[in-house]
């Protein structure tokens, strides 16, 4: 298990080791030793009770710390994979981040306006590892979220990957995953970054904090 260690150790995004994200952890899962109930409470927690909010996007490294997350009680698809990761390395399962360059096809309003070819680079969710193996999940859409929205939510059993769905529940093209970006044992914030401003442009990051200004 040497190998596993630094899918357990703090870093400055995944900060495991913060008495908010340790007490938090405990909360969740101080009734249980079974490993696959103990993903699953930190899964949808991180999922439902951490509200999604793609306006959160910034280019400042501090808004991706997990304990930061943790309480704000909102963040986007990257954030909430941070925290996810930060409450399972405290639980003692290892964990990792994972990214993907995906396709949105019914990403609407003002976040269409604002990333137009519906592509969303780095993706961010989490491998678990489970019994023996790495389980993908992702905690990005809450189920607020989804039920307004009409997207089936992802599940998480700890045996099977939880993904995005290819389609929403009215049968209409939503997730397509187009490129994987690999797995990390910490944030890879710069390579987040430089993919967003290649794709949507250097003031990308001017323009998501106005549409911030004006739904704020």
Aim: one cysteine or more; proline letters at 3%.
């Amino acid at each position: 298990m040497d190998q596993m260690k630094k899918y357990l150790r703090a870093t400055y995004a995944i900060d495991c080791e913060n008495e908010s994200i340790r007490k938090k952890t405990e909360e969740l899962t101080g009734d249980t030793d079974n490993v696959i109930e103990k993903a699953g409470l930190l899964f949808y927690f991180v999922r439902d009770k951490i509200k999604y909010n793609p306006y959160l996007f910034t280019n400042v490294l501090d808004d991706y710390r997990a304990s930061k997350v943790l309480e704000k009680g909102e963040g986007f698809c990257v954030q909430k994979a941070v925290l996810l990761a930060a409450l399972a390395r405290a639980a003692d399962i290892p964990a990792r981040l994972r990214f993907a360059d995906i396709l949105n096809h019914i990403v609407s309003g003002k976040m269409g306006e604002l990333n137009p070819k519906n592509l969303f680079p780095y993706h961010g969710y989490d491998d678990l590892f489970i019994n023996g193996k790495w389980i993908k999940a992702t905690p990005a859409f809450d189920l607020i979220m989804c039920e307004k929205n009409q997207i089936i939510p992802v599940e998480f059993d700890g045996l099977s990957d939880g993904t995005f769905h290819s389609h929403n529940l009215e049968g209409k093209l939503h997730i397509e995953y187009i490129r994987d970006q690999g797995h990390y044992d910490d944030l890879p914030f710069d390579s987040i970054i430089a993919a967003n401003v290649e794709v949507y442009g250097s003031d990308y990051f001017e323009r998501v904090m106005s549409q911030i200004r004006e739904t704020g």
